[in-house]
């Protein structure tokens, strides 16, 4: 089986890599002793180690980075490898060079440098800047690096998946060329967050010092303005592509923008949470309604009792809409206030649409995702991103208490580096930091409350800027940013908002599963070609 990169090694034909001649001298130089002999022989000659030659557009990165919270650089140096690469979409050639480095965000209000941004931009075509769409990728999190997004949804190389199966393996750790890239209408580019990756504030700032909702924001608008400036793209359309975390980001983010006067012409927004105090799983839980996750729920139980959707599946959804909306929150709102019993008729629909058995519900009526993940199929264990995934209580795959993310994380972790290395030419002196545990030091407050409401964000850069298009995109599986609690956020904006919703029969990273990777290239090709809706 290839290793990550492998597919791309005969573009260099002919160029010995440093590794091959460390391996060949070593090999040598144990050839030579072995031969060696004893008593009076002469000694063997010394081997002479020929020069490591780097190649074209490499860069070894002499920086040493941290995600500790006290952890800054004492300078930034805006430094990229730079590699030429081709991949064939649709049966045609696509030229393009990737940019692997670092930017400095300036701060706005001081113009001082704040933080040393890593990315990784691909960039082709011959359009002009100003009709030649850039997009900036990024997970959330918080606390997450952007290779989710990098190696799995929309970049021109991505890791083969057989998601959501789990044998043989869901992500084998081979990276191909992907066929829904879309490179072929946007420029993208993915930046990870300070202190993950190799992202990490410049002195006197400290990394924990943006690990807070509009900290972070503010810096990623400023990495925004300078990638923009440094590679003259101000004219390009811009468009902002926030996953989970990420979409609060990009409410937040696209309000700073607009106020900054850079125009963002659309935002997408994969598996959302843009409300926490909606969210039964993040806001005091058994005490919030969990009204959102009612469809969702009933779509995970379908799914796991015929092993497969049935045929009237949307209108099993729209029907369990109807419900939350209707029956259901009329009697959670009594509950949560006072205990009152909800009616039977209520209990027996949801036992219906769950399989859970009556007086359980009638015990934990508003029952917050992880309750449910334990009770819906006794002895397994089913995924929080992605409930198709099961695996039998105490199984390897339910160590970290998630087997959807088990079963692809050491694939994506192990991967990205070698990328980084072997195709991208880009060599750091420190690991990858794919993850950092920063949610304890996280500052949620924003807009004076003690969580993130950034629907309010959202409408105030629809109001700066009537012409920006919104796109959400979610997975009926997904247990920790339920689809219809999305669809409620957004609602708030109002129908004249002209925001687009797509569901996907999927989980949370739902471009792991190539059939929905495809609908997904789809509905964004789509997004990127639509005429601007004004609210």
């Not at 290839?2 to 034909?13: D, E, K, L, N, Y």
């Not at 629907?455 to 009537?466: G, S």
């Not at 708030?492 to 002209?498: D, F, K, Q, S, V």
Request: hydrophobic residues 40%; neutral net charge.
């Amino acid at each position: 089986m290839a290793t990550p990169g492998s597919a791309r090694q005969p573009r260099h034909a002919g160029t010995r890599s440093p590794w091959a001649c460390t391996l060949l001298s070593t090999l040598l130089a144990a050839l030579v002793t072995a031969c060696g002999g004893g008593g009076g022989a002469p000694p063997p000659a010394p081997v002479v180690q020929p020069p490591i030659v780097a190649l074209p557009g490499s860069y070894t990165d002499p920086v040493i980075y941290s995600g500790a919270p006290t952890a800054a650089l004492a300078g930034a140096v805006e430094r990229a490898a730079t590699v030429q690469a081709r991949i064939t979409l649709d049966g045609r050639p696509l030229d393009y060079t990737a940019t692997t480095g670092h930017l400095t965000a300036m701060d706005l209000q001081t113009g001082q440098p704040a933080a040393s941004f890593f990315y990784v931009a691909y960039t082709a075509g011959t359009q002009p800047a100003a009709q030649r769409p850039v997009t900036f990728f990024y997970n959330g999190g918080p606390g997450s690096a952007s290779l989710w997004l990098h190696l799995g949804s929309f970049g021109p190389r991505r890791l083969a998946t057989s998601f959501p199966a789990t044998t043989p393996p869901a992500v084998a750790g081979q990276l191909v060329d992907n066929q829904e890239t879309l490179l072929d209408h946007s420029d993208p580019v993915f930046v990870d967050a300070i202190g993950t990756g190799y992202s990490q504030a410049v002195a006197p700032r400290t990394n924990a010092q943006f690990w807070g909702v509009d900290q972070d924001a503010a810096a990623f608008r400023d990495f925004v303005r300078r990638y923009l400036a440094v590679n003259n793209r101000q004219a390009s359309p811009l468009y902002l592509f926030g996953e989970s975390y990420g979409a609060p980001r990009t409410a937040v983010l696209a309000n700073l923008l607009e106020s900054a006067g850079v125009r963002v012409a659309g935002v997408m927004l994969q598996s959302a949470a843009m409300n926490y105090f909606s969210n039964c799983g993040m806001f005091n839980p058994g005490q919030a309604s969990c009204e959102g996750y009612i469809p969702s729920y009933a779509a995970v139980s379908a799914y796991h009792q015929t092993g497969s959707l049935p045929d009237d599946f949307s209108s099993v959804l729209q029907r369990a809409r109807e419900f939350a909306a209707g029956a259901y929150r009329n009697d959670v709102g009594a509950f949560l206030a006072s205990g009152t019993p909800p009616a039977e008729a209520t209990v027996a629909q949801l036992a219906a649409y769950t399989g859970l058995a009556a007086q359980t519900w009638r015990q934990d009526f508003s029952m917050v995702p992880g309750a449910y993940r334990a009770r819906l199929l006794p002895g397994q264990m089913i995924g929080r991103y992605d409930a198709r995934v099961r695996a039998p209580s105490g199984s390897a795959l339910t160590v970290d208490g998630d087997p959807s993310l088990t079963v692809v994380g050491g694939a994506f972790i192990g991967s990205i580096r070698n990328y980084l290395e072997n195709e991208l030419r880009y060599t750091a002196s420190t690991p990858y930091l794919g993850s950092n545990s920063v949610l304890s030091q996280w500052n949620f407050s924003h807009d004076g409350k003690a969580l993130p409401d950034t629907i309010p964000d959202l409408a105030a850069a629809l109001t700066l800027n009537p012409a920006l298009k919104v796109i959400a995109m979610s997975g009926y599986h997904d247990l920790a940013t339920p689809f219809y609690q999305t669809e409620l956020d957004l609602a708030r904006l109002g129908p004249g908002a002209g925001i687009q919703i797509r569901n996907y029969d999927s989980g949370h990273m739902s471009y792991l599963d190539d059939r929905v990777r495809r609908l997904q290239k789809a509905d964004l090709r789509a997004f990127y070609n639509s005429v601007s809706v004004a609210p």
